[in-house]
């Protein structure tokens, strides 16, 4: 989670700084990884005994 904030923030930083083209390609790759993380945990199953 915390490389995801990471990115996220570079990403913004990389934007603020004028790197328009750095910045968009920063924060699709992690959407992308956001994604995988979602289904990573979305679709794993749950060691509930009941």
Do not use: Q, Y
């Amino acid at each position: 989670m915390t490389l995801l904030f990471i990115l996220f923030a570079t990403s913004m930083w990389l934007g603020w700084h004028g790197k328009r083209k750095p910045a968009i390609f920063v924060f699709l790759v992690t959407i992308a990884l956001c994604a995988f993380w979602f289904k990573h945990h979305a679709t794993s199953e749950l060691n509930i005994d009941l």
